[in-house]
Nanobody, 114 residues
Framework: QVQLVESGGGLVQPGGSLRLSCTAS????????IGWYVQAPGKRREWIAR???????TYADSVAGRFTITRDNAKNTVYLQMNNLKPEDTAVYYC????????WGQGTQVTVSS
């Protein structure tokens, strides 16, 4: 079973940047399509970016052009570089396999506020 650990969140001013990390145990992680998800207070968790095992990426319209997803399979880690952050990006950020989810990690809180 793959265990997921998200990190890198924090408090940032509008227009600022953060880099999130998703580190996993288990060899299946490096072979899998991985996505980043957000869950804002009172809202459902939703997908924002995903990356195939060989690096092809897709983004939700809300983050396209501002966020970049990358991965380092040797480190079993997927990253989310977030630039030009907006208050509406405030949420808990999670990573997981889009199909046949593993157990969700605790996520990492991102707060965008002045």
């Amino acid at each position: 079973q793959v265990q997921l650990v998200e990190s890198g969140g924090g408090l940032v001013q509008p227009g600022g940047s953060l880099r999130l990390s998703c580190t996993a145990s288990g060899s299946a992680f490096s072979l899998s399509l991985i996505g980043w998800y957000v869950q804002a207070p009172g809202k459902r968790r939703e997908w924002i970016a995903r990356i195939t095992n060989d690096g092809a990426t897709t983004y939700a319209d809300s983050v396209a052009g501002r966020f970049t997803i990358t991965r380092d399979n040797a480190k079993n880690t997927v990253y989310l570089q977030m630039n030009n952050l907006k208050p509406e990006d405030t949420a808990v950020y999670y990573c997981n396999r889009p199909l046949m989810n593993w157990e969700w990690g605790q996520g990492t809180q991102v707060t965008v506020s002045s």
